[in-house]
């Protein structure tokens, strides 16, 4: 195999298993190379991919060591897709009633959610994540996206159990912005003692249904690795009942009735 053959085909591998320790000894066999050869590969993929922004290689000496990739943004990719993204949520057409958004088509679309997940997989790398958490419906492409390139498992949480998830741990929660009393349930087996796990979700308010996923873990006696929201609203900070948690965007100023809405940067970009 030629140099620059294998170079794709290694660089194809890595990025198709990130977070996972991969052995020189793998890339020899595979590509029928000298270890000296796919070393100097390696040092060239490392560099390709901190220049062009998307990550680096992390490498684990030791007999039981290799390399891994670690998924990432450059801070100047993440600002100018946030400012992007900004851009596009200003549009007046967008407004629903209550002040919400119309995100649908973003989160329908796949670049975006690949985009928003390596922007959280960069934020929550070093947090020691075993799942990612996330409540039906919108949630569930950014949970997924997210957990691509932390490469966990995603779990989702429901507001009604399902037959064919088995027996369930369901706890009542208050809404942040109805203040009324609602359900969610979790499979039991889909969590193990312990888990770290990561909370995601599209949009939060007061974030009550965020503080009902920390309820829920509670009870499976896991802990809360982090919290990652793509839009949060400003004008509920005063009565919101979460506190640490990031956001990729902040929704200001939103004017029904003239139709304006300001979107800005969220929290991510000051932590």
Do not use: W
Not at 98 to 124: C, E, K, W
Not at 127 to 142: E, F, Q, R
Not at 238 to 254: G, H
């Amino acid at each position: 195999m030629k140099r620059s053959e294998r170079l794709i085909a290694m660089t194809n591998y890595l990025i198709e298993h990130p977070q996972q320790l991969v052995s020189l000894p793998f890339f020899t066999e595979s590509y029928q190379s000298a270890k000296s050869s796919i070393s100097e590969d390696l040092g060239i993929i490392n560099d390709m991919f901190q220049k062009e922004g998307i990550g680096r290689l992390q490498t684990v000496p030791g007999a039981a060591g290799g390399v891994k990739y670690i998924p990432a943004n450059s801070d100047e990719r993440s600002e100018s897709f946030a400012d992007e993204l900004a851009n596009q949520l200003e549009d007046p057409e967008r407004l629903l009633p209550g002040g919400y958004l119309f995100m649908s088509d973003l989160l329908g679309d796949p670049q975006t959610v690949r985009n928003i997940g390596r922007l959280f997989a960069t934020h929550f790398a070093n947090h020691s994540i075993d799942v990612i958490m996330t409540v039906a419906t919108k949630g569930i492409p950014l949970a997924y996206a997210v957990a691509s390139f932390l490469n966990v498992p995603v779990v989702i949480v429901r507001r009604d159990p399902k037959v064919t998830e088995g027996s369930t741990v369901s706890i009542n929660y208050v809404s942040g912005s109805s203040r009324k009393i609602q359900t969610m349930v979790l499979p039991k087996r889909s969590l193990k003692q312990g888990a770290n796990v990561c909370i995601i979700d599209d949009f939060m308010k007061a974030g009550g249904t965020i503080n009902g996923m920390r309820s829920l873990l509670d009870e499976f006696e896991a802990n809360v690795a982090g919290i990652g929201v793509l839009a949060e609203a400003e004008d509920e900070e005063e009565d919101r009942v979460v506190e640490e948690y990031v956001s990729l965007l902040q929704i200001n100023n939103v004017d029904i009735k003239n139709k304006k809405i300001e979107v800005h940067r969220g929290n991510m970009f000051s932590k």
